[in-house]
């Protein structure tokens, strides 16, 4: 258990719809990745979080968007889905030299 | 050009043997880091190993060791004694630059099957 939660494990939802994903950081962490990981693109960063400010952006959509909240958690919302956005979304939190992973939620756009 | 290059899509390994795992790098930054995560079936990412580019020694974590040499850019990973439990996919990642809180980038990983 890397410390790092996420929910849901699993969301099924139809295109052109929203849905947040939520993520707890490690205890004391306060950076926050997100990352997606699908058959064609691999594994790629989405955006990262830093004490509730914005730090680093990658290779995420402007139909996406993320925030981190006082406490910490963070929310990656994706909007208008598309056949192409079912993907495991990885949340991650770092500690002194590591990114630890979370378990990931499943999005399948059907 | 890939940052991170793992060639071997998919290997074999007989239980209780030694597998390396094989990862080049590039990047143009004297500060990095690498690093090896395992996702089994289940798929979780599971962290396995760092080192950082000034490290003198190579890592090691149990049965797992970074044979990293600098020079060649690349950073294998070891596993020894294989175990039926270690089939999954192994991936490589950098993190470049002196900031420890930068983003990882990821190689398209290498699927371990060990045979009983």
């Known amino acids: 258990d890397s410390g790092v939660t996420q929910t849901p494990k699993h969301l099924i939802t139809a295109t052109g719809q929203r849905v947040t994903l939520r993520c707890s950081p490690r205890?004391?962490?306060?950076?926050v990745y997100w990352y997606q990981q699908s058959l064609d693109q691999g594994l790629q960063f989405l955006i990262q979080?830093?004490?509730?400010?914005?730090?680093a952006k990658g290779n995420i959509l402007e139909r996406f968007s993320a925030q981190q909240f006082p406490d910490l958690h963070s929310e990656l919302n994706l909007s208008s889905l598309e056949l192409g956005d079912s993907a495991l979304y990885f949340c991650a939190s770092s500690g002194r030299d590591t990114q630890y992973f979370g378990p990931g939620t499943r999005l399948t756009v059907l | 050009a890939q940052k991170i290059t793992q060639t071997q899509p998919g290997m074999f390994v007989q239980e209780k043997e030694a597998v390396t795992l094989d990862c080049t790098y590039d990047?143009?930054?004297?500060?990095?880091?690498l690093f090896w995560y395992k996702q089994p079936s289940s798929g979780e990412m599971i962290f396995l190993i760092y080192q950082g580019s000034y490290d003198q020694q190579n890592a090691t974590e149990g049965r797992y060791s970074l044979n990293f040499q600098k020079a060649r850019k690349s950073a294998n990973l070891v596993i020894s004694a294989s175990q039926l439990g270690d089939s999954a996919m192994y991936f490589c990642a950098m993190r470049e630059g002196w900031n420890a809180g930068n983003m990882l980038t990821f190689g398209g990983g290498t699927r371990l099957m060990v045979k009983p």
């Open positions: 990047t143009s930054d004297p500060s990095y880091g």
């Open positions: 979080y830093y004490n509730g400010e914005e730090r």
């Open positions: 205890s004391g962490d306060l950076s």
